[in-house]
């Protein structure tokens, strides 16, 4: 019965989207005000019914009701309570209800909190908001129903997939849904703007802590499956750039730079149509994303179970929206230029390379990703685009970026001083290349490009920081006042962007300083790697709650001193009938010793163990970066800036200190 | 000429979207690696019979001195795909008449015995290789494998994974077409 109540429950919030699609729209065009108001109650309902729908759903993992199709695929008794509950997104149908989740909660968020946003613009962004949400509930009644029951109900479930099995991707998925689809509201409200004819400061000050809010979720979403990736699966890397990857890095990248250019927005009142573009195409690739998951389009290590009539739906929903907001573009985008001049150097110019150089790494990566999909429709010949190509790529196009983003903060809008700005920075570009010396003397081995990535990333955080000390006159008397006074969402730029740096070098230290080691081991065998003695000891068995883990003791020892013992297991799921690795990994901020163990699959080696031994220098760098960018954009969101209303109609003064 | 700039993004969404429509088609999958030996003559190889089988080994000589379409099926009493294909597999030999050899992969001798005691045994010729060494020449990614051989003995498709359902009705259009070219 309950089961039954979610489904009906997600019917009634269809109904609700429906009449949510319609009359705040009619409203605003008629000036009708109740009927614009009605939105905020149909928004309510409307995230209220479906976080219902999504309770039970959770209910039925929770008590393990076998009677529900849903959790007989994913689900087992034995397995341990919190990855019940996380088996509720674990798959396409739970996931999908999660997706429509979050988008109404957004949509009811804008509802409560938007309370300085004039109604018209706010009843018509209500309304694209149920139009998506019409879509994506509809898709789910008719093709992927997650209350369907089985009859007669098993005795039990097929057992979540193992590899799912693990704090940090119980985690992730929402986390990332929330950057995903928060960008849903962006889209709403820039399809809202084209539909009033009208962009103006005062629009870009409500669409910013909002793109902020989804792209603080986005941030740590990637770097969560980036971290689970690193630990869980066994091979010590982080980034693949498969598909499904890079499908959460597109919107990312190009989520980042509408964060810049509606800065340009709400001071100077130009980069109109170009922000609406970008609003527009950062939720597009977030649908991208959901289309090539869900439709099996490519290969992909992550796809769900896939089902071509659930792609040519989705394939349909992502004509409509995208179709139909770029062509509302291209007719009313036009007529929305204007606003302040600025000279070739200036911070506008600045935030403008910054926009060029990430719209052009989001098409790299665009390319690469589709690439395979081109050829076979073109020659139909099968190829997968990897690693080699994204970094020859990727690297050419972020570097240019980096360098230009130390400098950025130091220009003034309108129109500034290169020069008198590049010759305050020489001492600091002194330093930068006597600490890149140091890196190159210390360091043996890897790509030239390494060192000089490294000292582009000193660049970028030395700049930022000589930025923010000048900026607060960190020097002065006072200073810790200036610090308070100053606006938090100018701290959390500098936060943001030393985590670029940070995430930078964890990346290059990484990748190119990588050592790593793979041996056939049995009781006894030495192994060395990057100055560590490792001393195999053996093997023994240990039982989970629904696992059987077999465990090797590692003696670790350096110089003849015995620093650590790790144990890295190899679980098997009898249910799932599969396998996982657990690596076991002793951090340090230098870098991480790494073990990994794995059956060999040749034979005649019964008793030997494939040991995997990898240094991987400075990795932690990465979720440190990644926490101090998450950490800039909370710091930026809690801005009261953003939280009172902007005056309307008047241009943002600019101010003596620039913010941003 | 500017107001036309505008339309540019539209256009790039919509040459995307006929891409993905193209992508969505029937059959296609994306995980399947064509094989390098399409139109090549099949590899040379020699495999005993199975122990306790009373089926003949198998070897090129019999495909290169055959003078129709014929099949060739790697299988092994382990993958379970292939006790689902077996009776498909069977059937479409009879109806169609065409030789099925096997090719039983990195398999027991007992249990392949058993197995085809179990299931019946539509094999003209089964060669057991054991080693899988055999299976590496042909190729061979996965278990179950189904080729199709011209008559001379060239490989002249490959459906990898097991013949039912969609794997079945590729394999019989394969089959129709080149019937055309050998009658």
Known sequence: MIPELGQFAIALALIAACVQSVLPMLGAARGNLVWMRAGTATSVVQALLIAFAFGVLMRSYIVSDFTVLNVVQNSNSLKPMIYKIAGTWGNHEGSLL?????????????????GNIPNGLKARTLSVQAWISVGFLSFMIFTSNPFERVFPPPMDGNDLNPLLQDIGLAIHPPLLYIGYVGFSIVFSFAVAALIEGRVDPAWARWVRPWTLAAWVALTGGIALGSWWAYYEL????????????NVSFMPWLLGTALLHSAIVTEKRDTFKSWTILLAILTFSLSLLGTFIVRSGLLTSVHAFAVDPERGLYILGLLGLSIGGSLTLFAVRAPAMEGGGLFAPISREAGLLINNLLL????ATVLFGTLYPLFLEA?????????????NASFIPVTLPLIIVMAIGPFLSWKRADLAGVLSRMKLLLALVVLATLAVWYFTTGGPVLAVVSMGIAFWLIGATAMEWARRVKLFKADAWSRIRRQPRASHGMTLAHIGIGVVMMGVIGSSAW???????????????????DLTFEGISEERGPNYLAQVATIKVERAGAQITTLYPERRTYPVARSTTTESDIRQTLAGDLYLSIAEPAAEGSEGKWVLRALYEPLVNFLWIGSALLVCGGLLSLSDRRLRVGAPRKTRAPVAATPAE | MRRI???????????????FLWGLQDGRDPGSIPSALINKPAPAFELSAIDGVGTPGFAQSDLASLEELSLVNVFASWCAPCRAEHPLLTRLAEEEGIPLFGLNYKDKADAAAAWLEELGNPYQRIGHDLSGRVGIEWGVTGVPETFIIAPGGTIL?????????DGMKRLQKALADLREDYP
């Open chain 1, 359 to 362: 719209a052009t790494a989001t």
């Open chain 2, 5 to 19: 700039l505008f339309f540019l993004p539209l256009a790039i969404v919509a040459f995307l979207g006929g891409v």
């Open chain 1, 514 to 532: 990588k050592e790593e080691v793979v041996a056939f081991a049995e009781p006894g065998t030495q192994v060395q790697v990057a100055g560590f």
């Open chain 2, 157 to 165: 498709y490959r459906e990898a994974g097991p013949v039912v359902g």
């Open chain 1, 378 to 390: 073109m020659t139909n010949e099968k190829i997968s685009v990897g690693p080699p190509f994204f």
């Open chain 1, 234 to 245: 066994g091979w010590g890397g982080w980034w693949f750039w498969d598909p499904v990857e």
């Open chain 1, 98 to 114: 999660l997706w429509v989740l979050i988008l109404a909660l957004f949509g009811a968020a804008v509802a409560l909190f938007g």
